[in-house]
Nanobody, 118 residues
């Protein structure tokens, strides 16, 4: 499975960005996709995730500002980020967890840098 993320960039505080991640390869129907981020000097943290059934989960720090969604037909997950803050600055990573032959497998995409200026 390959994950290709895009959409990062530089934005002013209060602005918006939308990240996209396209999955390709052997994709199982039972899966969850999500976004993690890692700021300089900090650990990678979960931002948001969404299951193949559409259930979502968000970090408290982004609730009400970020929205995760997916297009199962296109094997794509999106992260709409509104009201961005300087503390949202990080490298954002797309992830996927897939159930194959009764085992869960984790996959990661390359990071995309989001920089929010004050």
């Amino acid at each position: 499975v390959q994950l290709q993320a895009s959409g990062g960039g530089l934005v002013q505080a209060g602005g918006s960005l939308r990240l996209s991640c396209v999955a390709s390869g052997s994709i199982s129907s039972d899966n969850a996709m999500g976004w993690y981020r890692q700021a300089p000097g900090k650990q990678r943290e979960l931002v948001a995730s969404i299951t193949s059934g559409g259930s979502t989960n968000y970090a408290d720090s982004v609730k009400g500002r970020f929205t995760i969604s997916r297009d199962n037909a296109q094997n794509t997950v999106y992260l709409q980020m509104n009201s961005l803050k300087p503390e949202d600055t990080a490298v954002y990573y797309c992830s996927a967890r897939m159930l194959k032959s009764l085992r869960w497998y984790d996959y990661w995409g390359q990071g995309t840098l989001v920089t929010v200026s004050s």
